[in-house]
């Protein structure tokens, strides 16, 4: 069974500049999550789709960040533009069903904002 | 805000022996409680598990205690593995929020 993916693997912006991050999830996983991870801190979820709606967006910052899953399989989190505080490693997880169950996750992102 | 907190940033065992991996939380609300494991480069890959009607549960060398008077969960890993030598981070749920705790760094020495 294939794993989540994600691409780019790294990837260095300068501030003020964009950059996108794709996912694709478990075959079948109906339940998407972006996740931002700041070093020396555990995961923090930016938002949760079921399907190709959006669960809870509350923590994202909607100013400059967005994100789409329009097909309901793979989605897209974008940043426009990138602060400095930005910096972090963004992991992408999937399951098949609700929060209770294990997240699946992929190797992640990692942005460097200079 | 940190619901659920790993205070110890790092532990070290010897080969063997028995690695005890602790984690508090703060929101009762929290019913579902996860510990995932963490290499370099790699995502969080799923541990182990407990709902909050049990106070312990194993698999093989892993065992996840819970006390839910105290919030306080924990892991224990026996016998500790130079390839369990990873960042653990323990997880609590509350029907659709999950929170992370900042990890526990596990180095096991041969």
């Known amino acids: 069974e294939a794993g989540v993916a994600q691409s780019p693997r790294y990837k260095i912006i300068e501030k003020r500049q964009s950059v996108a991050f794709w996912c694709n999830p478990i075959?079948?996983?109906?339940?998407l999550y972006w996740y931002q991870q700041i070093l020396g801190q555990g995961p923090k979820l930016l938002i949760q789709?079921?399907?190709?709606?959006?669960?809870?967006d509350s923590q994202l910052p909607k100013d400059r960040f967005s994100a789409e899953r329009l097909k309901g399989v793979d989605s897209t989190l974008k940043i426009q533009p990138a602060k400095l505080e930005d910096s972090a490693v963004y992991l992408c997880?999937?399951?098949?069903?609700?929060?209770?169950?294990?997240?699946?996750f992929g190797s992640g992102t990692q942005l460097s904002v200079l | 805000d940190q619901q659920v907190k790993q205070n110890s940033p790092s532990l070290s065992v010897q080969e063997g022996r028995i690695s005890i991996l602790n984690c508090d939380y703060t929101?009762?609300?929290?019913?579902?409680f996860l510990w995932y494991k963490k290499y370099p480069a790699e995502g969080p890959t799923f541990l182990i598990s407990?709902?909050?009607?049990?106070d312990k549960n194993e698999d093989g060398r892993f065992t996840v205690f819970l006390n839910k008077s105290a919030k306080h969960l924990s892991l224990h890993i026996v016998p500790s593995q130079p390839g369990d030598s990873a960042v653990y981070f323990c997880?609590?749920?509350?029907?659709?929020?999950?929170?992370f705790g900042a990890g526990t760094r596990l180095t096991v020495k041969p």
């Open positions: 997880a999937s399951s098949s069903g609700t929060l209770r169950e294990k997240l699946f």
């Open positions: 075959s079948g996983h109906a339940t």
């Open positions: 789709f079921q399907n190709n709606g959006v669960v809870d």
């Open positions: 929101n009762s609300m929290f019913d579902y």
């Open positions: 407990i709902s909050s009607i049990k």
């Open positions: 997880a609590a749920s509350a029907s659709v929020d999950m929170r």
